[in-house]
Every structure is written in structure tokens, then in C-alpha cells.
């Protein structure tokens, strides 16, 4: 059977500068009518202040483009287009060709006046009564109760049963917790474990009913996202009851229809300031049903919902045919060419013609038929519901799991697959994927700036868990800020190594405001989650490159871009994540000497990875380089130099030997789960591969061959006798096939567009070199690229002037450990561009012009108040140009040969030091001193004294550990 592929696009017409489809899924035709998409543009398509045309067979009709983002030279980046298409027949799909064109006339749409008569209002309805505790009773997961024995506070339980679905009570009633998020064990006498049930206080509910005025509550807002003559949009939202909030995005068009896209969260945060106050008093999970009344009709009512602390759901009704059943399917469904977003950089390079297979794979199932039985279960698109099919859920709530999710990745495989197929079943899963992402409880909304909590809300701010206490307070940053957290939800486990990613290609296509919520929310909840506490993210810094995994490192990295890219220009949100995001950058910039001085001068380039002890895991460094090369590919300049940096790894592995050891490391040996990098392995750390603290053990292996070797000591290497024999590994944990070179490809696919000279002789290396026949061998054929998770990425032409189509960084960025730097411009080549923006930072150092030599160069570095660094340029290891010290003296030209030289080296007002070279360590030339001038040049002298004794010291520092260095490696 074939594969789902891409539907054939028509040859762009002339002016056209991209083509969109409109399908009728429906099974009657449909009348003209307004439909709203969402595209990213190539810069200079679209020049500032330009409109849109579209014609779809009969002449030219207007569009409304609200632009969302910008390139540097105005251009659109990112925009909204409003069109009204003609009629569709049922089953059909007709073609629009967009060109540039004048912007359409007249004055933007009043929403109070397009509203008109229309009203629509929702309701909570609590439940009317809840059952009391019984003995001997066998409960389901998530029943609520209302305990009347010995619950002085009222309070509602929740059943949290991590064993089982159900448990079965005791038939002695519990002591129930008069403390929100309290909990009490209730498990029949001799009861196995599946009968243990936890019961959670989760406060006091609202009763009755709460209702909103949703056309009152939006009509008169401010909070614009479209605005012309053909849509506007305007946002509004309410508290009703303690946390639980109601938001509407209400839309109007020209024609007088209207959609609204309610979302009801439970998810106000509140902030303790003072570690004294405990833990919150109210809130907690919410039970009741929804109904949405729309001109006098109910048109939707909920299943019983149990809403839980920090999760949110949604739905749209409205008088447009676009909504018409429980699934909220969409009757015309907008058809995009995924080819355009690549040429504009907005994603990763995904093959747009391989499409999914439709037939079973080697999970024994087809992702395909999966998708369709999702969509056919009982309660699919339901509020809150995470339906399932073969025993899996949509998206695993256990986010820990790990192997053949399609739920984790760059992008998750249900959004790569309708973007790449534009599927109708794909795209309802991408969909339901994205609305998902509401109910995992990570939604921590700060009612006073009307956002998710970042760390400039609060600088040492960390998400909580049910029952936390509050952290310690702390004399540098005040009061460990902490938010309440009292949701009973067990259902889902949040571990960001593997969360994923479900609302960027959903908001990229449909510019739904919505998902680009939940993208901010999902970003903003990651930056604060980091494992090892707010210190070790820098604080308000917001260092998720310090992690403990590379993965963690990498979706971090992945989830900041995008919301940098997606976030309009000149908002707060968008502000912020370009801050944390090159913060992050540049900090992984400062640390690239340390990492090659252990790395050394051969086996370099690959981030250190703290969480597999003694090995490295080449596939996991790959989904770090996904995120880095996407942001290159974007136009960001420090990407770039940290990828050119990386490539010596990556490139190194499939070029750096043959077949068989000991002449270098073989390329199968790359496809493994992890190749042993260090010979022995401990110390003071803890037993983890800290680059902090890696001198406390032998350094890892400086060299291929010494990797190589490694790896055949401790059975990672598919070299047996010389052929290549794919290795399973225990439990397949150290083998070969699955999805590790896919990864692989992919990342010598980007490098690929990186325009690195040795990358597609990588690629061909991968794909032809190496007998990939067999038991365990990778799947990169064909087959199983269209039929496992895994997308496969390919090499695309990208335009070198691109730029990263956002606001400059600022250019003074507040730090409390490291150095980030300011913005940065490149110019020229991808590969060895020059970059030339001078950086300043307010109260800290920063590094001035930066250009790139195959490796690493910084320039000229002024530091404000004590020293400055020179040229500095990247020959080997490093080298320091001329060294001007303000008030005291000065170093002159330093260059490195081998360690290090001090060139001619002035002091202002005493006397001077001549030449100074390096020949070995150190040379002093003959200097002259004028005799006026002989006491202070003594008492210059003997500082420089005092400064060379400190170089010596340093130098012999050096030595010391380049003896231990080749020491190991002897």
C-alpha cells in the first residue's frame, strides 16, 4: 500500500508567491465564506505595509494579513490571513494563488458592532451533591468525596491511586486532613497494593453555578489580534471562583458570522513571598459540568469534568460552518504546502514527499491506524480527556517513558506527520494534540501581569508539588518565591528530559492565539523547572543549558526558539524568551574554551553529558543539535559558532577511521546507544560526568582511536574481526537499530545546509559505506523511516542573509555568574562569516567583535572598570592579542604557539618591558628604563614581577595537567 503523501500542488501562477488548498470534508457543498489560517513568509515577499490577493479560478478577491512577526527589513515573517473563499462542493478541494497586492480598504471592523444581537454566555455547574466515605468500598481513580465524619473544613477528597484504576477503602474510616494537598492512605486490612487507595485534600470547591456574559466580557476589549476590515479578534477573560478563570477569543468577519474560542483554566498562581505562610488554603481541583449557550441554544455541554490545579481546556462555537460536531472537526480544512515554512526558515527541513505509511510497522502496529481508532474512541476531543487506542493514550502522561513515543521529539510525530502529509486524520490528531497540552497541570498564570510566571516575575521562583514545602528563604535573592500548589492530579508525571512539544506547527499553520498559549506556558513552565533548583539555572538567567541531561538541554533550547519565533514582535512574551534564549547561547559560547581544553585537541565538539556516567550518547547530542541548527538556520549567529564548534564530533564520527581499530574509530561504531568516553570513572562528583568537575577523574578519551579503543573494552563496538556485526545490547539499552541513525542523519542533513564542506561525505558514509543488512542493524531505510516516529530531516539551500527575523537582543543583559553577551550580526558565509556587532553589558564583561575561523575567535573585549582582552584569534587552543590594563600596566601582544607568549608589553607613566616571547615558556628581551624615571620603573617592575610569577604559576598549573592528561592516555 502506498504511503500518505502530500496532495500535488499547482505551479504557482506569476506574481504568486505561495498556493493554499480548501477542502471540503463535509458531506454537503459549502457557501462562500471567511476562513483564517496562518502563514510564514519569505523575507521581502511581503513588504511592509503590502497586502494580499488571492484568486481562486475567478478573479481577485482581498485578504486581510495581520502580521504577527517581521524580518530586519520589515518584511513579514509571520502573519495571519483572513480571505473569503467561494463555495466548495462536498469532497472537493479548490486552489488559492496568493500574490502581493494592495491592502484591502475601508476601516477595520468595530467588534461591538459586528456582535451585534449575538449572545452566548457559559455555565459551571458543581455537582449537587458529593457521596460520603463508605467502608469496604471499591472506588474508581479520581472519585471525589465529601467526608462528614471528622472534615471540620468541608473539605472534597480526591482518590489518587499511582496502582491501580480503582482500590477498595478500608472498613475503618480514615483521619481525614484538615491541610489542603494533605493526604491519607486508606487500604483494606490485608489488601494487596492495588487496593491501597491516597485520598488528597483538594480544598473546597465552589457550589451551585458560576456563569459568565461571554459577549459582555469581550465586547468592549482592547486585547486585539486581528484587526481590519474583513476579521477582528479580540481577547477577554475572567476570574469566577478562587483559580478558575474563563477566557474568550471572539472573532467577527464581514459577513456578520462569528467564533468563539472559550477556554475555561484553572491555573491562577499564587506566589508565596514569605516561606512562613505554607502552603495555599483554597483553591485545589474543581468538579462541574460546562454548558455553552449561543443565541438562546445550548451548543455544547460537557461530560462531569474534574478539573485539576494548573490544566485548562477549550472549545469553539460560533455561527460559522467551520465547527460542526462533538469532535470539533473542521468542515473546510485549509491545505498548506509545508514547503513554504522550510523556505522560511520557521522549521526543520522535513521530506516533504517520503509521506507515513498507512500499514503495520515494527511496533506492530501502524501510527496511521492508531490515529484513526484515537479519533473513533468514545470521548475523543471531550474537555480534559486523554483518550486511548491499543492501550497507549494520545500523549503518555507518564512523560519518563522513553522508546518509539511519537509524542516526543523536534516536533511531535502527530504535527510532523499532518505537516508533512496534510492528512484530515493527522491534522485532527496534531490538533487534539495541541488542546492536550492544556491538560498537563504546568499552566502557572500571574494574574497581575496577565501572562505565565517567568523568572522576571520572580527571580528565584520554582514550580511546586503537591505537599512541597516552601524552599528556604534566602539572604541574596530574598524570598525563595514558591507558587501554591494544591492539585490531586496523578495522572500526569511532568519530566522535562522528555516532555514534548505540541502546540508550534499548530500555531505556525492555523495562528491559532490559543496555541501559542500553550506553547508560552509549556516554555515558561520548563525555564522554571530546571531539576537542580533556581541556582543552578542562574536565576533569573534562565540557564537551561545546565541541565543535567542533554535532552533536557535540548527540548529547552527547542521550546525557547519557538516561542521567540512565534511570539509577536514588541510583546512581553516575546521579550523575554529572546532574552533567555540567547542568554543561553552565549553562555554555552563562554564555555566552549573549557570544553575543549578537556576535550582536546582532536576528539572535541560534543556537549558534556552528565547523566550517562562513564559514555556518551551520540543520539542524544543530536536532539541538542536539532535545536542549535534550527536557530542557525534562523539567522542566530552565536547557533552558528556553537554548531561549526559541534561539527567536529559530529562529522568526526563517520570520518575519523575505518572498519577496524586501531586506525581511528569506525562509523558503525557511531550508530550505537552510547560509546564509552572515559576508561575509569568516579571521584568526588558523584559518579557523574560533570564538566565542572571533571578533573576529579581522568579526562575522557583525547583521541578516535582512543574512543575507539574504549569501546571495544567494554562491548559497545558492532567491530567484530574486522566486519561490522550489529550489536542488540541488553535490553537493546547499548544497541544499534531503532531510531539512533536517524538521528545521526538528520543531524549530517543540517550540517548539510550549514554548508560544512565534509558533511555530505558524512551523509554518504552513513547511507552507503557501511552494510546496514542484518539483526539490530539501524533503520534508515526507506521503510522504516515512513513507518517509525522519528521524521526524516533533509539538506535544504538557505538564504544567507538571513536574518534571525526578531528584535535585536538587548543590548545589556543582566547576569549573576556568567557573562552572556549582547546582540550579534553575521555577515558573509554561513560557514566562515564574520561577525562585528559590538557588545556591551551594564556592570559585567562583554566580548566585542566576534569572528569565526573554522573554530573560534573573539575580538576586541572592553571590560568596564578593571582590564580589557584584546584580538583574541582560535589557533589550536587560543590566543590573546594586544591587553591594555586601565591605572596599572599592560600586557602587550600574547599569542599562543603551543601554550602561551607575551608579546611587547608598555607601562604607562613608569617604564617599559620589551619583547616578550615565548620560546619554550618564557623569554624577556633587554628593556631600558629611563633614570628619572628608575625608582618608579623599580616599582613597576616588581609588579610585573608579581604578574609573570602569577603566569608561571598558571603555566605550571598547565603543565600539571597535561602530565596527567598523558598520563592517562598512556
Same mark, same amino acid.
Given at each position: 500500500m502506498t504511503n500518505i503523501v502530500l496532495p500535488t500542488f499547482p505551479a504557482l501562477a506569476s506574481g504568486a508567491i505561495f498556493v493554499k488548498g480548501i477542502a471540503n470534508n463535509g458531506s454537503a457543498g459549502t457557501a462562500a465564506q471567511y476562513v483564517t489560517f496562518a502563514h510564514s513568509f519569505q523575507i521581502g515577499q511581503l513588504v511592509n505595509g503590502g497586502g494580499l490577493g488571492a484568486n481562486f479560478g475567478s478573479g481577485a478577491v482581498p485578504c486581510q494579513v495581520d502580521v504577527k512577526t517581521r524580518y530586519a527589513d520589515g518584511s513579514a515573517a509571520h502573519g495571519i490571513v483572513t480571505v473569503q473563499v467561494p463555495a466548495v462542493a462536498s469532497?472537493?478541494?479548490?486552489?488559492?494563488?496568493? +500574490?502581493?497586492? +494592495?491592502?484591502?480598504?475601508?476601516?477595520?471592523?468595530?467588534?461591538?458592532?459586528?456582535?451585534?444581537?449575538?449572545?452566548?454566555?457559559? #455555565?459551571?455547574?458543581?455537582?449537587?451533591?458529593?457521596?460520603?466515605?463508605?467502608?469496604?468500598? !471499591?472506588?474508581d481513580a479520581n472519585a471525589l468525596i465529601l467526608p462528614t465524619s471528622g472534615n471540620l473544613g468541608g473539605y472534597v477528597f480526591q482518590f489518587v491511586n499511582v496502582y491501580a484504576a480503582s482500590g477498595t477503602s478500608n472498613t475503618t474510616e480514615p483521619v481525614w486532613p484538615q491541610t489542603l494537598g494533605g493526604q491519607v492512605t486508606d487500604q483494606a486490612s490485608g489488601g494487596a497494593l492495588d487496593d491501597r487507595i491516597i485520598w488528597t485534600n483538594i480544598g473546597v470547591p465552589f457550589s451551585g453555578t458560576l456563569t459568565e456574559d461571554l459577549i459582555a466580557l469581550v465586547k468592549n476589549s482592547t486585547d486585539l489580534w486581528l484587526s481590519g476590515p474583513l476579521a477582528v479578534q479580540a481577547r477577554a477573560y475572567a476570574v469566577l471562583a478562587d483559580r478558575l478563570r474563563v477566557q474568550i477569543d471572539m472573532t467577527a468577519y464581514a459577513d456578520g458570522t462569528i467564533l468563539a474560542d472559550i477556554m475555561v483554566a484553572n491555573d491562577v498562581t499564587t506566589v508565596l513571598t514569605d516561606p512562613s505562610q505554607g502552603k495555599c488554603t483554597y483553591g485545589g481541583t474543581q468538579a462541574y459540568t460546562a454548558t455553552l449557550t449561543l443565541n438562546g441554544a445550548a451548543v455544547f455541554t460537557s461530560q462531569p469534568l474534574t478539573h485539576n490545579m494548573y490544566e485548562n481546556w477549550t472549545w469553539q462555537v460560533g455561527t460559522v460552518p467551520h465547527i460542526t460536531n462533538s469532535s470539533q472537526e473542521t468542515v473546510l480544512r485549509i491545505v498548506h504546502d509545508p514547503n513554504d515554512f522550510i523556505a522560511a526558515q520557521a522549521t526543520q527541513s522535513y521530506n516533504t514527499t517520503l509521506g507515513v505509511s498507512p500499514t503495520a510497522t515494527d511496533f506492530g502496529f501502524s501510527f496511521y491506524e492508531m490515529a484513526q481508532a484515537y479519533i473513533a474512541t468514545s470521548g475523543f476531543a471531550e474537555p480534559l480527556t486523554? !483518550?486511548?487506542?491499543?492501550?497507549?493514550? @494520545?500523549?503518555?502522561?507518564?512523560?519518563?517513558?522513553?522508546?518509539?513515543?511519537p509524542d516526543i521529539g523536534p516536533n511531535n510525530a502527530w504535527q510532523c506527520w499532518w505537516f508533512v502529509t496534510a492528512d484530515p486524520t493527522f491534522q485532527a490528531l496534531s490538533l487534539e494534540c495541541g488542546k492536550i497540552n492544556g491538560y498537563v497541570p504546568w499552566h502557572l498564570w500571574? $494574574?497581575?501581569?496577565?501572562?505565565?510566571?517567568?523568572?522576571?516575575?520572580?527571580?528565584?521562583?520554582?514550580?511546586?508539588?503537591?505537599?512541597?514545602?516552601?524552599?528556604?528563604?534566602?539572604?541574596?535573592?530574598?524570598?525563595?518565591?514558591?507558587?501554591?500548589?494544591?492539585?490531586?492530579?496523578?495522572?500526569?508525571?511532568?519530566?522535562?528530559?522528555?516532555?514534548? /512539544?505540541?502546540?508550534?506547527?499548530?500555531?505556525?499553520?492555523?495562528?491559532?492565539?490559543?496555541?501559542? =498559549?500553550?506553547?508560552? #506556558?509549556?516554555?515558561?513552565?520548563?525555564?522554571? %523547572?530546571?531539576? #537542580?533548583?533556581?541556582?543552578?539555572?542562574?536565576?533569573?538567567?534562565?540557564?537551561?543549558m545546565r541541565e543535567v541531561q542533554v535532552?533536557?538541554?535540548?527540548?529547552?533550547?527547542?521550546?525557547?526558539?519557538?516561542?521567540?519565533?512565534?511570539?509577536?514582535?514588541?510583546?512581553?512574551?516575546? %521579550?523575554?524568551?529572546?532574552? @533567555?534564549?540567547?542568554?543561553?547561547?552565549?553562555?554555552?559560547?563562554?564555555?566552549?574554551?573549557?570544553? $575543549?581544553?578537556?576535550?582536546?585537541?582532536?576528539?572535541?565538539?560534543?556537549?558534556?553529558?552528565? =547523566?550517562?556516567?562513564?559514555?556518551?550518547?551520540?543520539?542524544? /547530542?543530536?536532539?541538542?543539535?536539532?535545536?542549535?541548527?534550527?536557530?542557525?538556520?534562523?539567522?542566530?549567529?552565536?547557533?552558528?559558532?556553537?554548531?561549526?564548534? $559541534? +561539527?567536529?564530533?559530529?562529522?568526526?564520527?563517520?570520518?575519523? &577511521?575505518?572498519?577496524?581499530?586501531?586506525?581511528?574509530?569506525?562509523?558503525?561504531?557511531?550508530?550505537?546507544?552510547?560509546?564509552?568516553?572515559?576508561?575509569?570513572? %568516579?571521584g568526588t562528583d558523584g559518579g557523574t560526568s560533570n564538566p565542572y568537575r571533571w578533573g576529579t577523574h581522568w579526562p575522557p578519551a583525547q583521541n578516535w582511536t582512543a574512543l575507539e579503543s574504549l569501546c571495544q573494552q567494554s562491548g559497545r563496538s558492532n567491530i567484530s574481526n574486522g566486519e561490522v556485526v550489529w550489536f542488540a545490547g541488553a535490553g537493546g539499552g547499548s544497541g544499534s537499530y531503532g531510531d539512533y541513525g536517524q538521528l545521526l542523519w538528520n543531524t549530517l542533513a543540517n550540517y548539510i545546509t550549514l554548508d560544512n564542506p565534509d558533511a555530505a561525505a558524512a551523509l554518504n558514509t552513513l547511507q552507503t559505506q557501511v552494510d546496514y543488512t542484518g539483526a539490530n542493524s539501524p533503520d534508515i531505510d526507506l521503510v522504516s523511516w515512513a513507518s517509525q516516529p522519528l521524521t526524516m530531516i533533509v539538506s535544504r539551500t538557505i538564504n544567507a542573509s538571513q536574518i534571525f527575523p526578531h528584535a535585536a537582543a538587548p543590548s545589556a543583559t543582566p547576569i549573576n555568574a556568567n557573562p552572556?553577551?549582547?546582540?550579534? @550580526?553575521?555577515? &558573509?558565509?554561513?560557514?566562515?562569516?564574520?561577525?562585528?556587532?559590538?557588545?556591551?553589558?551594564s556592570g559585567a564583561p562583554?566580548?566585542?567583535?566576534?569572528?569565526a575561523a573554522a573554530k573560534l575567535a573573539i575580538g576586541p573585549i572592553p571590560l568596564a572598570g578593571a582590564s580589557s582582552l584584546g584580538v583574541v584569534e582560535a589557533d589550536g587552543v587560543l590566543a590573546i592579542g594586544p591587553i591594555p590594563l586601565a591605572g596599572a600596566?599592560?600586557?602587550?601582544? !600574547?599569542?599562543?604557539?603551543?601554550?602561551?607568549?607575551?608579546?611587547?608589553?608598555?607601562?604607562?607613566?613608569?617604564?617599559?618591558?620589551?619583547?616578550?616571547?615565548? #620560546?619554550?615558556v618564557l623569554a624577556l628581551p633587554p628593556y631600558t628604563v629611563l633614570a628619572a624615571d628608575l625608582s618608579a620603573a623599580i616599582s613597576a617592575l616588581e609588579s610585573v614581577l608579581t604578574t609573570i610569577e602569577q603566569w608561571e604559576a598558571g603555566l605550571s598549573s598547565e603543565a600539571t595537567w597535561i602530565e596527567a592528561t598523558l598520563a592517562g592516555l598512556a
Amino acid at each position: 500500500m502506498t504511503n500518505i503523501v502530500l496532495p500535488t500542488f499547482p505551479a504557482l501562477a506569476s506574481g504568486a508567491i505561495f498556493v493554499k488548498g480548501i477542502a471540503n470534508n463535509g458531506s454537503a457543498g459549502t457557501a462562500a465564506q471567511y476562513v483564517t489560517f496562518a502563514h510564514s513568509f519569505q523575507i521581502g515577499q511581503l513588504v511592509n505595509g503590502g497586502g494580499l490577493g488571492a484568486n481562486f479560478g475567478s478573479g481577485a478577491v482581498p485578504c486581510q494579513v495581520d502580521v504577527k512577526t517581521r524580518y530586519a527589513d520589515g518584511s513579514a515573517a509571520h502573519g495571519i490571513v483572513t480571505v473569503q473563499v467561494p463555495a466548495v462542493a462536498s469532497g472537493a478541494t479548490i486552489w488559492g494563488q496568493f +500574490a502581493p497586492a +494592495a491592502a484591502p480598504g475601508g476601516s477595520p471592523l468595530s467588534l461591538a458592532s459586528a456582535l451585534g444581537s449575538n449572545t452566548l454566555s457559559i #455555565a459551571l455547574v458543581a455537582p449537587a451533591s458529593y457521596p460520603n466515605w463508605a467502608p469496604s468500598t !471499591v472506588y474508581d481513580a479520581n472519585a471525589l468525596i465529601l467526608p462528614t465524619s471528622g472534615n471540620l473544613g468541608g473539605y472534597v477528597f480526591q482518590f489518587v491511586n499511582v496502582y491501580a484504576a480503582s482500590g477498595t477503602s478500608n472498613t475503618t474510616e480514615p483521619v481525614w486532613p484538615q491541610t489542603l494537598g494533605g493526604q491519607v492512605t486508606d487500604q483494606a486490612s490485608g489488601g494487596a497494593l492495588d487496593d491501597r487507595i491516597i485520598w488528597t485534600n483538594i480544598g473546597v470547591p465552589f457550589s451551585g453555578t458560576l456563569t459568565e456574559d461571554l459577549i459582555a466580557l469581550v465586547k468592549n476589549s482592547t486585547d486585539l489580534w486581528l484587526s481590519g476590515p474583513l476579521a477582528v479578534q479580540a481577547r477577554a477573560y475572567a476570574v469566577l471562583a478562587d483559580r478558575l478563570r474563563v477566557q474568550i477569543d471572539m472573532t467577527a468577519y464581514a459577513d456578520g458570522t462569528i467564533l468563539a474560542d472559550i477556554m475555561v483554566a484553572n491555573d491562577v498562581t499564587t506566589v508565596l513571598t514569605d516561606p512562613s505562610q505554607g502552603k495555599c488554603t483554597y483553591g485545589g481541583t474543581q468538579a462541574y459540568t460546562a454548558t455553552l449557550t449561543l443565541n438562546g441554544a445550548a451548543v455544547f455541554t460537557s461530560q462531569p469534568l474534574t478539573h485539576n490545579m494548573y490544566e485548562n481546556w477549550t472549545w469553539q462555537v460560533g455561527t460559522v460552518p467551520h465547527i460542526t460536531n462533538s469532535s470539533q472537526e473542521t468542515v473546510l480544512r485549509i491545505v498548506h504546502d509545508p514547503n513554504d515554512f522550510i523556505a522560511a526558515q520557521a522549521t526543520q527541513s522535513y521530506n516533504t514527499t517520503l509521506g507515513v505509511s498507512p500499514t503495520a510497522t515494527d511496533f506492530g502496529f501502524s501510527f496511521y491506524e492508531m490515529a484513526q481508532a484515537y479519533i473513533a474512541t468514545s470521548g475523543f476531543a471531550e474537555p480534559l480527556t486523554n !483518550v486511548y487506542a491499543d492501550n497507549e493514550t @494520545i500523549v503518555d502522561t507518564q512523560m519518563g517513558g522513553v522508546g518509539g513515543r511519537p509524542d516526543i521529539g523536534p516536533n511531535n510525530a502527530w504535527q510532523c506527520w499532518w505537516f508533512v502529509t496534510a492528512d484530515p486524520t493527522f491534522q485532527a490528531l496534531s490538533l487534539e494534540c495541541g488542546k492536550i497540552n492544556g491538560y498537563v497541570p504546568w499552566h502557572l498564570w500571574n $494574574q497581575s501581569t496577565g501572562g505565565y510566571w517567568t523568572t522576571d516575575d520572580s527571580i528565584a521562583l520554582m514550580p511546586g508539588s503537591n505537599g512541597a514545602a516552601p524552599r528556604a528563604y534566602t539572604a541574596q535573592y530574598g524570598a525563595s518565591y514558591y507558587p501554591t500548589y494544591a492539585s490531586a492530579d496523578s495522572v500526569w508525571t511532568i519530566d522535562l528530559p522528555h516532555f514534548p /512539544e505540541m502546540a508550534y506547527i499548530n500555531y505556525l499553520l492555523t495562528g491559532r492565539r490559543y496555541f501559542l =498559549d500553550e506553547l508560552n #506556558a509549556t516554555t515558561a513552565y520548563a525555564i522554571l %523547572g530546571i531539576s #537542580a533548583g533556581w541556582g543552578y539555572r542562574n536565576y533569573g538567567q534562565g540557564l537551561v543549558m545546565r541541565e543535567v541531561q542533554v535532552r533536557w538541554t535540548a527540548w529547552g533550547i527547542r521550546n525557547l526558539l519557538y516561542a521567540t519565533y512565534a511570539n509577536p514582535d514588541g510583546t512581553t512574551a516575546k %521579550g523575554y524568551f529572546r532574552k @533567555i534564549l540567547d542568554n543561553n547561547l552565549y553562555w554555552f559560547l563562554t564555555q566552549i574554551q573549557t570544553y $575543549q581544553r578537556i576535550q582536546g585537541p582532536d576528539l572535541f565538539g560534543y556537549y558534556p553529558s552528565w =547523566d550517562y556516567g562513564a559514555n556518551i550518547a551520540a543520539w542524544e /547530542e543530536s536532539y541538542l543539535f536539532y535545536s542549535l541548527a534550527l536557530a542557525a538556520i534562523m539567522g542566530h549567529p552565536v547557533a552558528l559558532q556553537i554548531c561549526l564548534w $559541534q +561539527a567536529n564530533f559530529y562529522i568526526g564520527l563517520w570520518t575519523n &577511521g575505518t572498519n577496524a581499530p586501531p586506525s581511528g574509530f569506525p562509523p558503525a561504531d557511531a550508530v550505537m546507544y552510547d560509546q564509552r568516553l572515559f576508561q575509569t570513572f %568516579g571521584g568526588t562528583d558523584g559518579g557523574t560526568s560533570n564538566p565542572y568537575r571533571w578533573g576529579t577523574h581522568w579526562p575522557p578519551a583525547q583521541n578516535w582511536t582512543a574512543l575507539e579503543s574504549l569501546c571495544q573494552q567494554s562491548g559497545r563496538s558492532n567491530i567484530s574481526n574486522g566486519e561490522v556485526v550489529w550489536f542488540a545490547g541488553a535490553g537493546g539499552g547499548s544497541g544499534s537499530y531503532g531510531d539512533y541513525g536517524q538521528l545521526l542523519w538528520n543531524t549530517l542533513a543540517n550540517y548539510i545546509t550549514l554548508d560544512n564542506p565534509d558533511a555530505a561525505a558524512a551523509l554518504n558514509t552513513l547511507q552507503t559505506q557501511v552494510d546496514y543488512t542484518g539483526a539490530n542493524s539501524p533503520d534508515i531505510d526507506l521503510v522504516s523511516w515512513a513507518s517509525q516516529p522519528l521524521t526524516m530531516i533533509v539538506s535544504r539551500t538557505i538564504n544567507a542573509s538571513q536574518i534571525f527575523p526578531h528584535a535585536a537582543a538587548p543590548s545589556a543583559t543582566p547576569i549573576n555568574a556568567n557573562p552572556t553577551l549582547g546582540s550579534l @550580526i553575521a555577515a &558573509g558565509s554561513l560557514t566562515t562569516g564574520t561577525v562585528t556587532q559590538p557588545i556591551t553589558l551594564s556592570g559585567a564583561p562583554s566580548l566585542g567583535a566576534v569572528e569565526a575561523a573554522a573554530k573560534l575567535a573573539i575580538g576586541p573585549i572592553p571590560l568596564a572598570g578593571a582590564s580589557s582582552l584584546g584580538v583574541v584569534e582560535a589557533d589550536g587552543v587560543l590566543a590573546i592579542g594586544p591587553i591594555p590594563l586601565a591605572g596599572a600596566s599592560s600586557l602587550g601582544v !600574547v599569542e599562543a604557539d603551543g601554550v602561551l607568549a607575551i608579546g611587547p608589553i608598555p607601562l604607562a607613566g613608569a617604564a617599559s618591558l620589551g619583547a616578550v616571547e615565548a #620560546a619554550g615558556v618564557l623569554a624577556l628581551p633587554p628593556y631600558t628604563v629611563l633614570a628619572a624615571d628608575l625608582s618608579a620603573a623599580i616599582s613597576a617592575l616588581e609588579s610585573v614581577l608579581t604578574t609573570i610569577e602569577q603566569w608561571e604559576a598558571g603555566l605550571s598549573s598547565e603543565a600539571t595537567w597535561i602530565e596527567a592528561t598523558l598520563a592517562g592516555l598512556a
